[in-house]
């Protein structure tokens, strides 16, 4: 009897070296993802057990959409001299008022800033004043980078390329707008303490006259008396108005917030933001909007408590759901990333944009960059041009986040250089020079 038959495996080509010349070929996938997943084991590994991974993924979201608001909703002008000014598409497109809805979401930052400060603050090692000192540090640090690495470029743009003056003044308004945000935070911050007493003592309730005190703000303003009220009332809205927020992230990380009471947000916040919006005429956009006569953040508006607690009611109804999501180390990694650059991010997003506008609008009108934002054709270029503002964010972003690292080489002169520069570009950026 024979043996039976092998099956032999076909001949393959023997691999053969590149001719001289030839264009290499492309990496495997497995290769050019292998450092990305080296990135989220490593992260996953440096994630402390007690991490909130939920508070970091909301404070994320809220983060991202402050860039997406800015460059989707914000646009420029060409003027006959080549300068370009601001003008928004909320302008022509009323419609897209409710997108400002999603992207205005300064409640839910304040929310988690609020319980991330209060779980910071009862882990502080030192007193309370090293304790505050280190976190104002960390915001003030990249404020002060950002101002004055631009009060540096101003002359150099002007007198070595020859942008125009309105260019620049328009562009530091841009970059200097989104810092007031970082003003209040810093104060509502050092409220801390204060916070955490009222939370202790009255929990959920401790919002509720911040509330109460922008409601009264309003109705002065805008009630059958508004013709009375002197126009400077308006400012007192400033810190209650979003102190709201942050007294019910410090309650919330109490533990003084359940699900009763978040749904009552959810709600109550949802009920009042309808009635403001149909019954009392309010603003339906949550930004401002150029030639309108009211605006709805600057000073917060009662429209905007009214989203704020609902977003936050929303908020605390989902942290468990999001924190399991948040388990899986792909998701959690990009959180990460962006909390790690969460003031590069604010400070430098509008410079991003302004990277690509001030060069384009030596060619003219540029789709969706350099124009009047007043068609479709314009939103639709924007959403195109939305990946490469971002992209330069992150090139920005290589450089500039070194201001969010303690300054130990930095010495007391280049620091007060720093602070001269600084003040120099908010008096220029303020219309003041």
Request: aromatic content about 10%; charged content about 10%.
């Amino acid at each position: 009897m024979s043996a039976p038959a092998t099956t032999r495996p076909a001949p393959t080509a023997a691999a053969k070296p590149a001719a001289p010349g030839a264009p290499a070929k492309p990496p495997a996938p497995a290769k050019l993802l292998a450092p990305v997943k080296a990135l989220v084991r490593k992260v996953e590994a440096g994630t402390p057990a007690h991490r909130d991974r939920a508070v970091d993924g909301l404070r994320a979201l809220a983060l991202l959409a402050v860039p997406t608001g800015h460059w989707l909703l914000g646009g420029f002008t060409l003027s006959p001299d080549g300068a370009i000014h601001n003008a928004s598409p909320l302008a022509s497109f009323g419609a897209l008022a409710p997108a400002s809805w999603v992207l205005q979401m300064l409640g839910i930052f304040f929310l988690v800033g609020g319980c991330a400060s209060v779980m910071s603050f009862r882990r502080r090692t030192g007193t309370v004043r090293a304790w505050l000192g280190g976190r104002l540090a960390r915001l003030g640090r990249p404020v002060l980078g950002v101002t004055a690495v631009w009060a540096a470029l101003l002359p150099l743009l002007h007198h070595g390329f020859g942008v125009p003056v309105d260019t620049l003044r328009t562009a530091s308004t841009l970059v200097i707008q989104p810092l007031w945000f970082v003003g209040v935070y810093t104060v509502v911050t050092a409220l801390t303490p204060l916070c955490v007493r009222a939370a202790r003592r009255f929990g959920a309730w401790a919002a509720a006259p911040l509330l109460g005190s922008v409601a009264v703000v309003d109705f002065l303003r805008y009630g059958p008396y508004a013709d009375a009220v002197p126009s400077w009332l308006s400012l007192l809205n400033i810190l209650p108005g979003w102190l709201f927020a942050y007294q019910l992230g410090v309650s919330w990380g109490e533990g003084r917030v359940n699900r009763r009471h978040a749904w009552g947000l959810l709600l109550g916040g949802a009920a009042l933001f309808a009635a403001l919006l149909l019954v009392f005429g309010y603003p339906a956009s949550m930004v401002g909007v150029p030639g309108e006569a009211r605006t709805n953040s600057h000073p917060p508006s009662l429209l905007v408590l009214a989203l704020a607690a609902a977003q936050s009611g929303a908020a605390i109804l989902l942290r468990d759901r999001l924190g399991r999501w948040l388990r899986r180390p792909a998701l959690w990694a990009p959180v990460v990333v962006v909390n790690l650059s969460a003031m590069t991010i604010l400070c430098w997003h509008q410079t991003a944009m302004l990277a690509a506008a001030v060069p384009a609008s030596y060619l003219g009108e540029v789709p969706g960059l350099v124009g009047a934002p007043d068609s479709a054709g314009w939103i639709l270029a924007r959403l195109a041009w939305m990946p490469v503002f971002a992209g330069l964010l992150v090139l920005i972003g290589r450089y500039a986040r070194r201001f969010e690292s303690p300054w130990t080489r930095t010495g007391p002169a280049r620091r007060a250089l720093a602070g001269v520069l600084a003040a120099g570009f908010a008096v220029f950026a303020l219309g003041l020079a």
